[in-house]
């Protein structure tokens, strides 16, 4: 059995806190509910369950927004108040910023504002997306019903986003380890059989020569190299801030072998996700294509709405820039059309965004499959050229002596 901890508000409207041991998390909601509680929230009592929160920073996770909007939900439902909630999700959060700023949305609405006057005041920790679908929230009377919403939206939003990060964060690793067994052999090992070398005055191979002279360089040099990869780094990052930096990088990440295909998919996502939860709110599709602009950033694919804002103001339909822009998959303005000639193109968009989610989902097992041998030949293809440097005269030394 597991342990859970939880959060309920219980029966008499008074929020509790503890921890219960359970078969599943299915076992231990269902055991809470049966005491008449509202969960607000119930996870595995673990430390890996937790959120890694840095200390720097303005804004709030797709995840931490999420189980905020969940928990706002629950605690709607079972009546609470919205001034009630807002400190109780204030004392519970562990995000620093999120807890500030719903501290000044609760006294922001004590005064009179509405809760999403309140929440836009604070634009740096809450989307513009977010802050939409509790106006309409609040206007039809159904703010429980924006906030499940918004919780499904930030909820997928972070997975798909955990997904990018678990199939990039492998072979960065991967590469970091590489570079490390490099320095260490080409300026600790391969040194010290320098003058080993020397003394035998002994005609090295060529690949010995080689990799003595960039050991020489890496060991004499080691802070014209730091300086040197500093200094392309920063030229990289003032490069990208223009305009055709941005573009220029922008369309290397959509070309990128393996991973280009995975932003897109991870975009038209995101795209349709957005969009239907946007269009649900009551946004125009104008406008939603304008906050989606401000979300995305690729900047060929944040060009490409742009555009395609620009068309749908002047009465083209959606499907028609999305599929010029050629970025997006045709599964994505195809199934606009169809949506938009049905005038369902909200639950349409719905759709795609799972199709593309599980898609993502896929595309990362396959990224990580066939990253793993590929890492290991550039690895032996880096790491064998300097063992052989070193073998290749020592072998030869050896040879010699047993001639005498």
Do not use: C
């Given at each position: 059995?597991?342990?859970?901890?939880?959060?309920?508000?219980?029966?008499?409207?008074?929020?509790?806190k503890g921890t219960m041991e359970a078969n599943s998390e299915e076992a231990a909601r269902a055991a809470l509910k049966a005491q008449g509680n509202v969960v607000v929230s119930l996870g595995e009592a673990s430390l890996l369950n937790k959120e890694i929160e840095l200390p720097f920073g303005n804004g709030a996770s797709a995840k931490a927004l999420g189980l905020m909007c969940r928990q706002?939900?629950?605690?709607?439902?079972?009546?609470v108040t919205i001034i009630d909630a807002l400190r109780m999700m204030a004392d519970q959060t562990e995000n620093k910023n999120l807890k500030k700023a719903l501290q000044i949305v609760r006294k922001d609405v004590e005064k009179g504002d509405s809760l999403a006057d309140a929440m836009d005041n604070q634009s740096n920790i809450f989307p513009e997306i977010l802050v939409n679908m509790v106006r309409a929230g609040e206007a039809s009377g159904n703010l429980e019903v924006a906030f499940n919403r918004m919780s499904t939206h930030f909820e997928k939003n972070a997975r798909i986003k955990g997904l990018i990060v678990q199939a990039m964060i492998y072979p960065i690793?991967?590469?970091?380890v590489i570079i490390g067994v490099v320095v260490l052999m080409m300026v600790k090992i391969v040194p010290s059989f320098t003058q080993t070398f020397a003394d035998a005055n002994m005609e090295l191979p060529g690949i010995t020569k080689a990799v003595m002279a960039v050991?020489?360089?890496?060991?004499?040099?080691?802070?014209?190299?730091?300086?040197?990869?500093?200094a392309i780094v920063v030229a990289c990052k003032l490069f990208q801030r223009t305009e055709q930096g941005a573009l220029f990088f922008g369309r290397l990440m959509l070309k990128m072998p393996l991973f280009g295909k995975l932003i897109v998919k991870q975009a038209s996502a995101q795209f349709s996700r957005t969009m239907s939860t946007l269009l649900a709110a009551?946004?125009?599709?104008?406008?939603?294509?304008?906050?989606?602009?401000?979300?995305?950033?690729?900047?060929?694919?944040?060009?490409?709405?742009?555009?395609a804002r620009l068309d749908v103001e002047q009465g083209i339909p959606l499907s028609v820039p999305?599929?010029?822009?050629?970025?997006?998959?045709p599964m994505v303005y195809q199934m606009s059309k169809i949506?938009?000639?049905?005038?369902?193109?909200?639950g349409m968009l719905d759709r795609i965004a799972d199709y593309f989610e599980e898609e993502v989902e896929s595309a990362t097992k396959s990224i990580t499959a066939a990253l793993e041998p590929l890492i290991i030949i550039i690895m032996a293809c880096v790491v064998?050229?300097?063992?052989?440097?070193?073998?290749?005269?020592?072998?030869?030394?050896?040879?010699?002596?047993?001639?005498?």
């Open positions: 059995m597991a342990e859970y901890s939880y959060v309920v508000v219980a029966q008499n409207g008074k929020e509790r706002m939900e629950s605690l709607i439902h079972a009546g690793i991967l590469l970091i050991s020489d360089f890496m060991s004499n040099y080691w802070l014209v190299m730091i300086g040197a990869i500093i009551g946004i125009t599709l104008v406008d939603a294509l304008e906050i989606l602009s401000k979300i995305v950033s690729n900047y060929i694919i944040k060009g490409a709405l742009k555009s999305l599929e010029a822009s050629g970025v997006f998959p949506g938009e000639e049905t005038g369902n193109l909200e064998v050229p300097i063992v052989l440097a070193i073998m290749l005269p020592m072998l030869s030394m050896m040879s010699a002596a047993d001639n005498v």
